[in-house]
């Protein structure tokens, strides 16, 4: 795979050994990501019960999780934002028993987010971000509502539980949000459809991690999972198509997805484009 001239060798799907390196966890619904520049950033948290699946994950990179400096959710549902609470009391818990040196994570405006300090006997917080309009999921814990695209959409919502563990939001994001703060050169693309306050993070270089904006094959990606199509569930379907639309206009080149993937530009530019034509 080539992207934007460099080269990527995986060393399983997603995974790329480049600076910086974007590692997958699969989990049991949804895909979770660690971004790792200067400091590492998950993306996303999975279902309810999954935050030890996700250090498992991530130690198998050999990555510290502890080293976790913000979880950024792309939308506020119960498969991506479940595991977020019991994460942020896991990764206090760690590092309590590691014993941490003072450091404060701070925002673009420089305000102070966490402090790190077993000095004082505070425990470590790791903050959690979301865009502004799917805030209010994330506080309440629920994913609803839920509007199906199809008939199988319809089916499977009968087994889904929109609920999840409440989170308060430390950080509210918006269109043009920069991690370069955590050593990533990647921006935050407001990209809603799915939901309100759906986000895709695009890096420098044209990889971007796009959450629900679209799926990967069929049966959250179980077969064909680098055919693009759109996912079960979508508020505003005609708002999705924009927002396709905008990520490719962006430069997207290969897209990382909550379910299924990756999927190429090309690809999916020619499967929707009778639909984002003249967008």
């Not at 990555?63 to 979880?71: G, Y």
């Not at 818990?93 to 006997?121: E, Q």
């Not at 994913?143 to 563990?165: E, G, M, T, W």
């Amino acid at each position: 795979m080539n992207l934007g001239g460099r080269s990527v060798v995986p060393s399983s799907w997603g995974e790329s050994k480049v600076n910086p390196a974007i590692y997958p966890i699969r989990l049991r619904m949804s895909m979770a990501y660690v971004l790792l520049g200067g400091r590492a950033v998950l993306v996303d948290s999975g279902c309810a019960r999954e935050e030890e699946a996700i250090l498992r994950g991530m130690r198998r990179f050999n990555l510290a999780p502890e080293s976790v400096a913000l979880i950024l959710h792309t939308h506020a549902h119960t498969d991506h934002a479940g595991s977020t609470r019991a994460l942020q009391s896991r990764l206090a818990t760690l590092s309590d028993a590691r014993g941490s040196r003072l450091a404060t994570l701070s925002d673009a405006r420089g305000s102070r987010l966490a402090t790190l300090s077993d000095a004082r006997g505070s425990r470590l917080h790791v903050p959690a971000a979301v865009h502004s309009a799917d805030a209010a999921k994330l506080r309440a814990g629920d994913s609803s509502p839920l509007v199906p695209l199809r008939f199988s959409s319809r089916l499977l919502s009968f087994f889904l539980d929109p609920r999840f563990p409440a989170v308060e939001p430390d950080l509210l994001i918006e269109d043009g949000f920069s991690l370069r703060e955590y050593g990533l050169p990647a921006t935050v693309v407001h990209t809603p459809g799915h939901t309100p306050g759906s986000i895709s993070i695009l890096f420098d270089d044209g990889r971007a991690i796009a959450g629900d904006l679209m799926m990967g094959g069929s049966l959250g990606g179980a077969f064909h999972p680098f055919h693009p199509g759109y996912h079960y569930f979508a508020e505003d379907l005609p708002e999705l198509r924009r927002s396709i639309r905008k990520l490719l206009d962006r430069g997207a080149k290969t897209i990382y997805l909550g379910h299924g993937g990756p999927l190429e530009a090309s690809r999916v530019r020619a499967h929707f484009s009778a639909e984002i034509a003249g967008l």
